[in-house]
Structure formats: structure tokens, C-alpha cells
């Protein structure tokens, strides 16, 4: 890595935790500039402005997180272990870089309307599986939207439980716990 990517990695680090600890809002290019040990301008070399910067690292996580969801279930032909799979690379991606996922978690509601509709998205993959799964006759038919927001709910809340400090330790030590959880919102039959 050259010295111009190892800087604006330092850049992009510092701004990550800060954003997390305090919010992309209340966190100022001066904040960053210091916890990267860099003069306030430098930050302009690479980023033409803090909101950028911000909606840069959380595009780059978005679709790198769906990309690593799709690979992860797409060697499985039935729901239940395309569900274990997706939940532990889930699982694992969190814990792979806890700041960085706390981020994009934290950050969703800012950034999902600005992510470009050719961006691959985390939620488009598990609806595509759950809808395939409802076709094959695997699950019951319903609202998609709604099983698909019911089952990304069962791990998704955790994180953010674990966000604000409700829980400690690893996501994927729940892995199995949260594969469970989700096939069991997704079979269940209506009454």
C-alpha cells in the first residue's frame, strides 16, 4: 500500500469510529483530521466532503456485504441451508469488522435511498431466496416484504441490541440461534 492509500485509509478509519461514537452529523472534518493525525485539508484530497465520504464507505460496505450474502448461499438448493449460510456470513461479517458494521447498521436510514438501484443489496438477496423458496412450494406464500423484513428482523435487531451495548461477545456465536429464529418466522403457516 503507497503512502496516498495509507492515508486515506487512516482517513477513512478515524472517520468510521468517529461516525459511530458520534454520528456522521455531529462529527466535524477537524474531529477527523485529528484522529488521523493528518492536516484537515488532506481529507479534501481524497474526499470532496465529509457527507461523501460518508455515503463512499457506506456504499462500498453495502455491496460488498450483499456480494458476500449471495456467495454464501448460492452453492445450497434448499431455503433452510441457503438461511444457515446467509446468517453466518452475516454473523461473520459482523464480527470481521464490529466499527465498520455498526456503521452501515447505524447509517441505513441516512443512505439506502441514495444507493443506486444497480448496487447489489444485502436485503434484495435475502428476498430473492425467500421469494425462490415460496415458488419452489418450500415456505408458505405471503407478502414477501413482509417474511423477508421478518426474518432479516430476527438478526438485524440483535445487532443493534449489541450496538447499544444490550449484549456482548460475537455475532456468531448466535449464528445458529438466529438460522433457527428466522426458518421458523418464514415456515410458520397461517391460521
Not at 433452510?80 to 466499527?99: F, G, L, N, S
Not at 406464500?141 to 438478526?155: F, K, M, N, T
Amino acid at each position: 500500500m503507497g503512502k496516498a492509500e495509507e492515508t486515506k485509509a487512516r482517513v477513512e478509519r478515524a472517520a468510521l469510529t468517529l461516525f459511530v461514537a458520534r454520528s456522521v452529523a455531529e462529527t466535524t472534518t477537524r474531529q477527523i483530521a485529528l484522529a488521523a493525525s493528518i492536516a484537515e485539508g488532506t481529507i479534501y484530497r481524497y474526499f470532496p466532503s465529509k457527507e461523501q465520504l460518508a455515503l463512499d464507505m457506506f456504499l462500498r460496505h453495502h455491496r460488498a456485504l450483499a456480494e458476500a450474502l449471495d456467495e454464501a448461499h448460492r452453492p445450497h438448493k434448499e431455503l433452510r441451508p441457503k438461511i444457515e449460510a446467509i446468517v453466518h456470513r452475516y454473523c461473520d461479517w459482523a464480527d470481521q469488522d464490529w466499527t465498520l458494521f455498526a456503521y452501515h447498521l447505524l447509517n441505513q436510514h441516512a443512505f439506502l435511498a441514495r444507493v443506486p438501484d444497480d448496487v447489489p443489496n444485502p436485503v434484495n438477496i435475502a428476498r430473492e431466496v425467500i421469494g425462490q423458496a415460496m415458488k419452489a412450494g418450500e415456505i408458505p406464500r405471503r407478502d414477501i416484504d413482509l417474511a423477508a423484513a421478518s426474518a432479516i428482523g430476527v438478526v438485524l435487531q440483535a445487532a443493534t441490541y449489541k450496538v447499544y451495548g444490550r449484549f456482548e461477545g460475537p455475532l456468531s456465536a448466535h449464528a445458529r440461534f438466529f438460522a433457527d429464529a428466522a426458518w421458523a418466522v418464514l415456515a410458520v403457516k397461517e391460521k
